[in-house]
Nanobody, 124 residues
Framework: QVQLVESGGGLVQAGGSLRLSCAASGHTTSIYSMAWFRQAPGKEREFVAG????????HYADSVKGRFTISRDNAKNTVYLQMNSLEPEDTATYYC?????????????????WGHGTQVTVSS
């Protein structure tokens, strides 16, 4: 089992920045790729960014490309999402997710472990 705990969400004005963290514990040696998803009120959960654990390969949704950066600290078993130039449309609950896949799936059904989410609110 893997436990994931997100932190770093909050309220920020448009144009501002936030850094989300996702700390993993448990049997993390089985994890290959990880990602951030988000879900806005009344909308489906969507893929935001993903990172391959061993290779450092990243993948971003078009809506955040150039503004968000995913990274990880293997020694701390932590994944980060640096979010810059935030827009009101980025308001959502952000979830981190881990999978045993070696590539970076964008489908949430392929992720085995999920955090409980952290709220990001961007005011205009």
């Amino acid at each position: 089992q893997v436990q994931l705990v997100e932190s770093g969400g909050g309220l920020v004005q448009a144009g501002g920045s936030l850094r989300l963290s996702c700390a993993a514990s448990g049997h993390t040696t089985s994890i290959y790729s990880m990602a951030w998803f988000r879900q806005a009120p009344g909308k489906e959960r969507e893929f935001v960014a993903g990172l391959n654990w061993s290779g450092g390969t990243t993948h971003y949704a078009d809506s955040v490309k150039g503004r968000f950066t995913i990274s990880r600290d293997n020694a701390k078993n932590t994944v980060y999402l640096q979010m810059n130039s935030l827009e009101p449309e980025d308001t959502a609950t952000y979830y981190c997710a881990f999978t045993g896949r070696t590539y970076i799936p964008t489908q949430q059904s392929l992720y085995f472990y999920w955090g409980h989410g952290t709220q990001v609110t961007v005011s205009s």
